[in-house]
């Protein structure tokens, strides 16, 4: 066990979401694509099911009033944040028959956007800028029920439009509108604007990366989301490698 993953059990649950390893040479060609296959269902079959399992412990809690907002932020850029965010709104709409609004809140770097193919502009942005019905700056994605709110046009004004009134509001009709709201939020060591989001939603989730995040740094992330009053829903240790098969790793 990592010393990321020691160290994040002491602020939330973690969830493991490990990358495909790679194989060793085998002497039949056919033999190495028939190992390398098994190895790609066995790791689909492990993140389904973890990614499950971060939906039951963080949006289908037996509460009385369980998370419905919850912002996903990396420690570090390139944490694998976006795509974790995603994969869960994924998961979420599977196992749900709410609908579910994934907001592309990283003004800097959006990402979302292009996990779906789809366009930035026209989005999280322009609602803070303008008027009208928060539907109108969001597309839908397709026959599960999600739908995008991308970040739209980024100006040298964008960061600061998530400090303005506009941002309370408009998560307010989202919460309206939609029965979840998954937040892509900037990485935490370069920008105070997931604490900013944090404060207008449920929860948050940290995203680390193994083998990358910085222990002290992870430690600060979480002391200051504490100091701000934004509840701590659990932490993923993203990318993480297995050196030895994944059924023997179970059994350990």
């Known amino acids: 066990m990592s010393r990321n993953f020691e160290l994040m059990q002491q602020a939330g649950r973690v969830r493991e979401f490990p990358p495909i390893q790679s194989e060793e040479p085998s002497a039949v060609g056919g ?5 390398r296959v098994a190895k790609m269902l066995d790791f689909g079959q492990f993140a389904r099911e973890e990614s499950l ?34 994969q869960t709104a994924e998961t979420l709409a599977s196992n749900t028959g709410g609908s579910i609004c994934l907001v592309d809140a990283n003004l800097r770097s959006p990402s979302l956007p292009g996990l779906f193919n789809m366009t930035n502009h026209y989005g999280l942005t322009d609602a803070l800028r303008q008027a009208g019905p928060i539907r109108s700056f969001i597309k839908p994605l397709g026959a ?17 439009l998530l400090t303005s009134d506009n941002l309370k509001s408009r998560f307010a009709e989202l919460r309206k509108e939609f029965d979840y709201v998954l937040v892509d939020a900037p990485p935490m060591s ?3 604007d997931a604490i900013t989001l944090g404060q207008v939603t449920d929860g948050f989730v940290l995203v680390l990366e193994a083998n ?8 600060m992330a979480a002391e200051n989301l504490r100091a701000a009053h934004i509840r701590i829903l659990g932490a993923v240790l993203n990318k993480r490698t297995f050196p030895i098969p994944n059924a023997l790793y179970k059994k350990l």
Request: with cysteine.
């Open 144 to 160: 599960r029920n999600i739908s995008l709110l991308s970040c739209g046009s980024i100006g040298t004004d964008a960061p600061s």
């Open 31 to 35: 033999e190495l694509r028939t190992r």
């Open 53 to 86: 399992r971060l939906v039951q412990r963080t949006f289908l809690l037996q509460t009385p009033d369980p998370p419905r907002a919850v912002v996903f932020a990396g420690i570090d850029h390139g944490n694998g944040c976006s795509q974790l965010c995603a």
């Open 212 to 219: 990358a995040t910085r222990r002290e740094v992870a430690l």
């Open 190 to 192: 370069r920008y105070a």
